[in-house]
């Protein structure tokens, strides 16, 4: 199981990186992650022409897409493409941040699940 994360490196501009979850724990046929600390969840519908110029993330979040799609722009230019199952970690906390849009010409539903610091 993956998720990408956004951050801000020593060179001040942001990237992206895989991470891969690790599954230590079992409950039955299930492989399960260690705990996340969580402080909450936040629904989030955003309109099919939502264009969020530069911003950083307003704290260390999850942000999973549940229906319609995004491109999410680096400051270093790669650009990534989010959908239903997506699942990204916004650490992105400082600098220039990312660019946000909503594409497909759909709204896109997604849950922010910001963390405990």
């Known amino acids: ?7 801000t490196g020593p060179d001040g501009e942001t990237h992206f990186e895989d991470v891969e979850v690790p599954l230590p724990n ?8 260690e705990l996340i600390p969580a402080t909450g969840v936040i629904f989030r519908r955003s309109p099919p022409d939502e264009y969020i110029d530069w911003h950083p993330a307003p704290r260390r979040q999850f942000v999973v897409t549940l229906a319609g ?7 270093d230019g790669e650009v990534r493409r989010v959908g239903p199952g ?27 699940i910001p963390l405990v610091d």
């Open 1 to 7: 199981m993956q998720y990408f994360r956004i951050y």
């Open 26 to 33: 079992r409950v039955r046929s299930s492989e399960l992650s």
């Open 69 to 75: 799609e995004a491109e999410i722009v680096a400051s």
């Open 86 to 112: 997506s699942v990204m970690l916004a650490e992105d906390t400082t600098g220039k941040g990312h660019i946000t849009r909503t594409i497909g010409g759909r709204e896109r539903l997604s849950i922010f």
